[in-house]
């Protein structure tokens, strides 16, 4: 049996450290990798399962919280909705965080990936009123977790921006990277002694662009248009909180502050030139967009949307870009303002260019101007968007690597959907099959990455799909008023992942 060391530069997750349950600490570390039997270096790898506030809290309007965009959309417009269903209840973990925890402790999960609802914690979105009872909430949640010894990765954002300030505009409004700001020191004052991992924003991509460039909620609708002052916002608000927490919380540097961007593989439809030009252009939209004004050492917009997007405005007559531009300041704020890349990946599509006929009417998609596909005989799962297909997470991380320096990377989100049910053997090789990809990734080609997040805990809320995708290592019963959870065949593969660090040799279920 041949062992490989490989030396790597890593940043150690340390865990189970009282006090200090997830913290990530630059650092040399050697590895040895041994072909045969696949396993993350237990020192320098942890496991984590990932949930957002919105998707399984319940307690809408519970003791002080204030409505969310998420409650409004649901509860005006529920046929919006693909069961027409909403998460006034969801799987009920604002009453059962106890219960949350020692599903975890099962699992022997090394930390846990959460999301804090703004307006339970803000319930006029300002921090001139804070809800006690949502700092409690988030109190007993930590403290269960520190009890059981499980980390805390905590996001700030998943999509539940308070009503009242998207009555103002939202994300479009410049003003609300302050007021985000304000929300953020308010965290770190109130959790920030117990948590030293923070992400400030779930996926810009997706709530920018299917929120306000499209119909999710709050529903913008403006593809073109709001979508890039959404992006704009989100990306000085982030600058600023990071600069924040590194002048006022973290003069000795033992805390960690990222942002959770989702990238899709997205590979050429074929060899030719146009295809990898297409395929490269798309990656630099879908991800390029929020990681090179912050990950990259030129910062601000990738030159190809800068290019694209000014050009196309100035053909349908614009006096401007529809791409706002930063200041010289707001470049140099944002350029490093990271510690690690929170990376949330599911899948790859094809891609090939689009038919370059742009309408008068701003598009999104016509300034990217590609065509996205898939291969049928990818195996599908219970999403539309997500098909099976795991080197595409190889790929993915080794273009991160590559394009931005080898950042230090938490994998924040990797997982399936399937059918209601206990036997998931299909969830089990998903989870095989990318964690091998990710196991390459990482001691073949060097990518530094130190955790792996899986999505999700439990079956949750799933957006504009309701309760129809499940997601889960742990089935939800929605109509048992306990909301009853039972493990599924995976949590049993994960938490053998998970204690051990290792893949199983062997495990028998196939796709
Ligand atoms: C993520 N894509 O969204 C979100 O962070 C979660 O809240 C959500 O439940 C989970 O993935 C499953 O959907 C994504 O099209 C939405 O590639 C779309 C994509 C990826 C992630």
Redesign the pocket.
Known sequence: MSRYAVLLSLAVIWIGNPGELVRLQKGENIISYNPAQLCFSNRSFAFGV?T?AY?IEGGWNASGKSESIWDRYTHTHPEWVYDHENADVATDSYHKAKEDVQLMRTLGVQFYRFSISWPRILPEGFNNKINEDGVRYYNELLDELEGNKIGALVTMY??DLPQSLQDLGGWTNPIMADYFVDYARVLFQTFGDRVKTWLTF??PL?FCH?GYGGGDAPGGRASGLEDYMCAHNVLRAHGMVYRMYKEEFDKDRQGYVGI?L???WMEPASPSAADKTAAETARQFLFGWFAHPIFSTQGDYPPIMRQRIDAISRRQKFARSRLPSFTEAEIINIRGSYDFLGL?H??TNLVKPGTGKISLKPSYDDDMGVKLTVNPKWPKSN?T??RVVPWGFRKTLNWIKNTYNNPLVVVT?N?V?LEKGLDDAKRVNYIDSYLRSLHAAIYKDGCDVVGYTH??LLD?F??M?GFS?R?GLFEVDYRSPDRTRTARRSAHYYATVAKTGCLPDKHDYKY
């Open positions: 990932a957002a998707q998943h999509w779930n996926e997706t299917d959770s989702d990238m899709p949330n599911y899948t999403s968007w997500l989100e997982g959907s999505w999700s949750n799933e957006w799909r995708e997601f």
